[in-house]
């Protein structure tokens, strides 16, 4: 796990438990021209030294991130003890690498024979696929999944199927970090889909899903993996897993626009209970999608009422960690484990005026709760629709 907040998982669940966000304005080059765009940057890249420096030296910012991050779920789940023939590799993400390309034709544009031939490798999303089998052997199947910010969701999904199939033993989902340059960021704001200036005099309060006074979502790096097996490999290892993937669903609403469906979201929720084999009232714990979207966040609660789900505890991943995109779904799974494992829920910041107050809210400060049974949604523009249901075992 590695996040704007802390790489790996100690580090960043310390500082979801307590609050702690990074929230600023962005300084990475590239990231601003005549802006001041908000968002959370991870500051520093800690490699083990179990990673080819060459590889990770050669690598994108993007790439580098998706090493760091894997290496921690490849030890936690003792995978070099697995058979890596049988071992696959899903990245949920597409168009994750726009910064470096748009530095890359800044600098080379009007001396094109200069331009570093490793740029003929990395312009590709499948370049992550190739720095991450070749660093931990993977010889199972691997391809990258594009879902904008369902990606990270869709990769675990398509990493069960393949579990489900047969066609690998062991899948790992990896939510990769999307790299954006300030035409995007300026994309996405006249889209009406990314935060304004109004908190540019306190960037900490920015990000505020489901609040009020949210005016769309504020950009965080991040980037997640998940490792996806049967029980009986994973006793095999002795390793102890976090929880059962008990459903999981997708539904497109055939529009291309980001404006968010009612009936698609509610269509999904329902699709996933029905293959959890759980009834609404079964479900304790909610890890909503929630990107501070003015009318994304109203969609969604509307949703979650409409399918019997206003008892769930609910909190706000995107408010201290950031809105992900292309990770968010992967980091806000790992979220859930996370808090599934400690029985601890983290709290929402910034959600001074709900927009339902009736909702069963965790507030600013963490608070004690076993989970049973997780229910996590994620949407991406372009109608997509992902859910999945987590059972703790």
Avoid at 78 to 91: E, F, T, Y
Avoid at 249 to 276: F, T, Y
Avoid at 287 to 304: C, K, M, Q, V, Y
Wanted: hydrophobic content about 40%.
């Amino acid at each position: 796990m590695t996040a704007s907040i802390g790489q790996g998982k100690n580090a960043y669940w310390s500082a979801l438990m307590s609050g702690h966000s990074a929230f600023h304005f962005l300084q990475r080059p590239g990231r601003q021209k005549e802006s001041r765009f908000i968002g959370s940057e991870i500051s520093a890249i800690s490699a083990s030294d179990a990673i080819s420096s060459k590889l990770f030296r050669k690598a994108s910012l993007s790439g580098q991130v998706s090493l760091v991050t894997l290496h921690e779920a490849w030890v936690d789940a003792k995978l070099d003890l697995a058979d890596p023939s049988r071992i696959g590799l899903i990245i949920g993400g597409s168009n994750v690498q726009q910064r470096e390309m748009a530095q890359i034709f800044e600098t080379y544009h009007e001396r094109a024979e200069f331009v570093p031939p490793s740029y003929g490798l990395s312009f590709m999303d499948s370049d992550l696929c190739g720095l991450c089998t070749e660093q931990f052997g993977i010889q199972g199947l691997a391809y990258t999944v594009g879902g904008a910010s369902a990606s990270g969701q869709l990769a675990v999904i398509q990493a069960t199927q393949a579990v489900l199939s047969g066609q690998v033993d062991i899948c790992i989902a990896l939510g990769a970090m999307m790299d954006l340059s300030y035409l995007e960021l300026q994309a996405l704001r006249a889209l009406g889909a990314m935060g304004t200036d109004r908190y540019a005099d306190h960037p900490e309060l920015a990000c505020r899903p489901f609040d009020q006074n949210r005016d769309g979502f504020i950009y965080g790096e991040s980037c997640a993996a998940l490792v996806i097996e049967r029980a009986a490999t994973v006793k095999c290892r002795q390793v102890k897993p976090y929880a059962a993937v008990t459903g999981c669903a997708l539904k497109m609403d055939a529009n291309r626009n980001p404006n968010p469906s009612l009936a698609g979201e509610v269509h999904i929720i329902q699709n996933v209970l029905q293959q959890a084999g759980l009834s609404a009232t079964e479900v304790d714990y909610l890890n909503p999608h929630g990107s501070g979207s003015p009318i994304g966040d109203e969609t969604e609660l509307r949703a979650i009422r409409d399918c019997g789900l206003s008892h769930v505890k609910l909190n706000t991943t995107k408010s201290i960690t950031g809105h992900g995109l292309t990770a968010a779904g992967a980091v806000e799974i790992v979220t859930t484990l996370l808090q599934m494992r400690e029985s601890r829920l983290h709290p929402s910041k910034n959600l001074e005026n709900p927009l339902d107050p009736g909702l069963n809210w965790v507030g600013d400060q963490s608070i004690p709760f076993g989970i049973t049974n997780a229910l996590s949604l994620s949407f991406g523009f372009g109608g997509m629709n992902t859910a999945i249901c987590l059972q703790n075992i």
